[in-house]
């Protein structure tokens, strides 16, 4: 089966192939998939952009032995990447959906263009079949309405306090607030995931455990970050870990809202542009 990945005016075509049925029918279901791309920090030569969905590891690959070409699925990170070449160091296992049908030097094109523009404009592409058709998503258990609601907003547009947090300019601002963000964002959505994988464990514990979680970010973004609608959704989420409702359900709804607000503001920072004041600022220490 083919998808047609599409950045602008160029396509690409990737094979669907392997074993993993679980996150297939996920990622089917999730199609046609309006996405924004971002560009890497750690791992290296990959384009990567956020999951709308939350599945478990299938086939266990390390993510080294990803050949250039694959299309990945990245579960605690949330990311569906293509590769272009080896990555760079990284300790992890990550789910392979297929592989890129075309040469990899479109995508290593795009990748430079990714790198270089991060931070200045946001580059947007789209996921899809070519036939159109997607399989209907699994009935889910019922969560409250206004977390549903409020994460489909999110997830269709930046949110105005995530989108304002860069105006600042009194002492060190927006870098601060922004890095602040982003990692208070980051972290939450990290372990979030830890807490999902202790599936079986006290449930009790569980919640408690995601409602502090939730309650820290959401305060320092609030608190920290001078920000609004997100930190709410972040407190209604908390709240939702006391009332009873499906808690797998509840926890997958949590991950799917801290990793699309941490998306979000990692798009605001010119990563590239750090990097390289971060490296002539070193190499002129080590001059002087």
């Known amino acids: 089966m083919d998808l047609i990945f599409s950045v602008g005016r160029q396509s690409w075509p990737l094979r669907l192939t392997g074993d993993a049925e679980r996150t297939r029918r996920a990622l089917l279901c999730a199609l046609p998939m309006r996405l924004q791309l971002h560009t890497p920090k750690i791992a290296g030569s990959h384009i990567y952009w956020h999951a709308p969905f939350v599945e478990d590891l299938e086939g266990a690959t390390h993510v080294l032995s990803a050949t250039a070409g694959a299309f990945i699925y990245w579960p605690v990170r949330q990311f569906l990447e293509i590769t272009f070449a080896p990555l760079q160091a990284e300790n992890a296992e990550i789910t392979v959906l297929g592989h890129l049908d075309a040469p990899v030097e479109g995508i290593a094109e795009l990748a430079a263009t990714l790198k270089r523009d991060q931070g200045r404009r946001i580059l947007e592409g789209t996921l899809g079949r070519p036939d159109g058709v997607a399989p209907e998503p699994s009935a889910a258990p019922p ?22 947090i860069t105006t600042s300019r009194v002492i060190m601002h927006p870098a601060g607030p922004v890095f602040t963000a982003e990692s208070e964002a980051r972290v939450l959505h990290e372990f979030l995931w830890w807490i999902r994988a202790e599936r079986g464990k006290d449930e009790a514990v569980r919640r408690q455990t995601a409602a502090l979680a939730l309650d820290k970010a959401a305060t320092r973004l609030r608190d920290f970050c001078h920000m609004e609608e997100t930190p709410a959704l972040l407190f209604r989420l908390k709240a939702a870990m006391g009332e009873g409702h499906a808690f797998d359900a509840l926890i997958d709804e949590a991950i799917l809202v801290a990793g699309r607000v941490g998306a979000w503001l990692d798009l605001l920072i010119p990563w590239n542009d750090l990097n390289e004041a971060f490296r002539a600022a070193l190499d002129s220490r080590r001059a002087g």
């Open 143 to 164: 969560l409250p309405q206004d977390i549903v609601a409020a994460r489909k907003t999110l997830w269709a547009a930046c949110p105005a306090d995530i989108s304002r």
